[in-house]
């Protein structure tokens, strides 16, 4: 009703997603928890086998991988870019450590090779992106296709298996009860980019180039540097993600993580962080992948099929979107 | 001559004529008249498709929900022939587009109505259409002994030589031309596109019109829905997974900006059969298909870096970073 007389916001106003319920008593992180809560309450009311701690560290496994990169994506889309070639280097890291396998390669150099076919697509990307000014969503899309087309010329229909035992490691061992090694990750990965972006210049900055990318140039950020930096840290936390999925699945195939970029972006989106830049924090999305993890898990312990759990979490990504809006309307009156 | 190299549609079709040109080499028989227009036909639904991504591109936004639109109606349709094959298949059509158009509907509210970006509203809905596909089919195929021969028939038949699917795609690229050049709805779209503050100024309602942009994407899908269905035959939960990113790379060879406001009809029908030959001339001259999705992936980038360059020569990037600060 309003959309004639009022003109729509420039893009470096920080938009209304960005302050959620901000007049109201509670943050994003606030709304997050309680849906958190509440859906940890509903499971473990709909399932008898929820609530062990076995069962609960299986549901860690969930959200970790995507949750790695998520940590990474959200800087990069707080500065106001975007990939979704991750899935497509997850892909391309685990076909390399496929063939390093097939020539007997040892885990040390599996790892290595997965962090830094990681960084290399990364930095590609980065590349592409600020050397040349392009739009990041078409570059990722264009690289997305060349990363997993490279790893299907290489595997064509095959997979490759064979990993050295010690290699199970990563996405299989237990560090301490059940606190895999997966979650000790997560969490410490969480640490860390909590610290970057929310206690460090470099922080500030992404913060700044989401903003308003000519006024922080002006300011003396290096812009350019800085999303090349981000878009190398999104390549690598791809690579590491390759190495737990493939140490996880003992095996590789060149459709191996398809249709996570789309994951990563929904827990991103989902954890607060503004799709046009400048807002977001770490914690909402530490939140929002254990809120998805803890949604497909319920719904798996009560043999829904997963086809079934992705309209829940769409839903889940429009309601939480869509209600701070609804109810300031309702509040606003207007 | 300068005038003209300045169309990238010109570019577009040379590059499209140097493509068959090489394939031709190692293949001669595949720029015989009977052959491009086979590979018309197959490049029908993805340029249909293309053009209703574009209208949505052109306002600055994105629909990924596409192919999961086109997936939920094909398995509407494909169910609704499977129980009743009376049915007529015009009204099948009517259907399908109608189907579509709710979907779409859906996404152009959220969009309007509540402000939500549309790369997330169709994030969402991408996932739930393709999920509400299988709460509806229950995860079963509709395969092609429980269609009706009309179902299946219908647009492999030839009205002048030519089978409907192409008529199909022609009347839906004629129409969108006169829609993007002869009427006050395109010209709003672009205008958007360009510079959505300056169009509320103008007048023009622009959330009203990129939820018309949405109900037009969702329409495409539909109809696509029952095209794609009838063409493979199959329908199923896995069907057009992950093409909502082709349709999209489709419009970006095809030299629409995903800044918005710079496309053209011709432009998404050339990206769309650049794709489309590519991927029909692998197996033709015995490459692997294995290798298409790294060669698209090229063409797209290469398509990026020379779209960046074109528009930064006509100079609306400098406006719109005027604007952005």
Known sequence: ?334 | MKAILKYREIWLLAAIAVLIGLISTRFPAFANPGNLRQVFNDTSILMILALGQMVVILTRSIDLSMASNLCFTGMVVAMLNAAHPAIPIPLLIVIALAVGLVLGAINGLLVWRLNIPSIVVTLGTLTIYRGATFVLSGGAWVNADKMSPDFIGFQRAAFLGVPVLSWIAILVIALFFVLMTRTALGRSIYAIGVNPTASVYTGIDVGRTKFIVFCISGMIGGLSGYLWISRYVIASVEVANGYELNIIAACVIGGISIAGGIGSVGGAVLGALFLGIISNALPVINISPFWQMAISGSAIILAVVLNARGERQQGRIILRKIEAV
């Open chain 1, 1 to 334: 009703m309003t959309d004639i007389t009022r003109p729509p916001a420039p893009r470096h106003i920080p938009d209304r997603l960005d302050k959620p319920l901000s007049s109201a008593i509670f943050s994003w992180e606030a709304l997050l928890v309680i849906i958190a809560v509440l859906i940890f309450a509903i499971n473990s009311f709909a399932s008898p086998y929820f609530l062990d701690p076995y069962s609960l560290s299986d549901l860690t496994f969930n959200f970790t991988e995507k949750g790695l990169i998520a940590f990474a994506m959200a800087l990069l889309i707080i500065s106001g870019e975007i990939d979704l070639s991750v899935a497509a280097i997850v892909a391309l890291a685990s076909t390399l450590m496929g063939m390093a396998v097939q020539a007997g390669a040892a885990t040390p150099v599996l790892v290595l090779i997965g962090i830094v076919v990681g960084l290399g697509c990364g930095a590609f990307n980065g590349l592409l992106v600020t050397r040349l000014g392009l739009p990041s969503i078409v570059v990722t899309i264009g690289t997305m296709s060349l990363f997993r087309g490279i790893a299907f010329i290489i595997l064509g229909d095959q997979a490759y298996k064979g990993y050295p035992e010690s290699f199970a490691f990563f996405g299989q061992a237990y560090v301490w009860w059940v606190v895999s090694f997966e979650l000790v990750l997560f969490l410490t990965a969480a640490v860390v980019y909590w610290f970057l972006l929310h206690r460090t210049s470099f922080g500030r900055r992404v913060f700044a180039i989401g903003n308003n990318p000519v006024a922080a140039q002006f300011s003396g950020v290096r812009v350019g540097r800085i999303k090349f930096i981000l878009f190398c840290l999104t390549g690598l936390m791809s690579g590491i993600a390759s190495v737990l999925i493939t140490s996880r699945l003992g095996s590789t195939r060149p459709s191996i993580a398809q249709g996570y970029e789309l994951e990563v972006i929904t827990m991103v989106v989902l954890g607060g962080v503004s799709i046009l830049g400048g807002a977001g924090s770490i914690a909402g999305v530490v939140l929002a992948a254990f809120i998805m993890g803890l949604v497909t898990f319920g719904l798996g312990l009560l043999n829904v099929p997963g086809i079934v759990m992705s309209i829940f979490i769409g839903l889940l990504l429009i309601i939480v979107i869509a209600l701070p809006i609804v109810w300031r309307r309702l509040r606003g009156g207007r």
